[in-house]
Structure formats: structure tokens, C-alpha cells
């Protein structure tokens, strides 16, 4: 059993929202802070070349920009299955 812990960092590359029912999206990215920062904590199993872990995301700071004065407090926590394979290893050794 593996115990993961540490700093998470976001970055949104592009965010867009429909405006109307046709296929017209205008870009949303504006909204949102460049770099929202939280932690990043969970539990998994690790086997030969492969690992499985649940993990859970919390920002700690917002990543909505404010909009005309107005404050947009927006924090996307999530719970995360992860599903990792080690492709080559270089140093093989025990801890």
C-alpha cells in the first residue's frame, strides 16, 4: 500500500461556453486565474510495472477571475482513479 501526498497546480489552456443553440462557442478563458494551487492526496497499490491509486484534488485558491467587480469563487475538487504503467525502467533498486 502506497500513500501519495503533495502540491497540486492547475493550468487552463482554453475554456469556451455556448452562447446560443447553434454552434457558436466564444471563449471563456479570460474567467479564470493562471495558476490555481491546492494538494493532491489519496492511496493506491502498486505491482510490478503498474500502480492504481484514488486520489483526491482540493485547491486551496479560487480560479475564477473577478467579473466587474464581482467575484467569481470557483473551486473544482475532484476524486480521481488513476490507472499508471512504467514503460522502462532506468535504475531498478529497493527502498
Known sequence: MRFYVGPAVSR?????VRIDQESYVRSAT???TGFPAGYEAGFGLAFNRMQISVRTLRYLTNYGNS???IGLPIK???IRI???FTLKEKHKGSY
Request: neutral net charge; without cysteine; glycine residues 18%.
Open 76 to 78: 473544482n475538487n475532484d
Open 12 to 16: 487552463i489552456f482554453y475554456a469556451g
Open 30 to 32: 479570460a474567467g479564470f
Open 67 to 69: 467579473y466587474r467587480g
Open 82 to 84: 488513476v490507472l499508471a
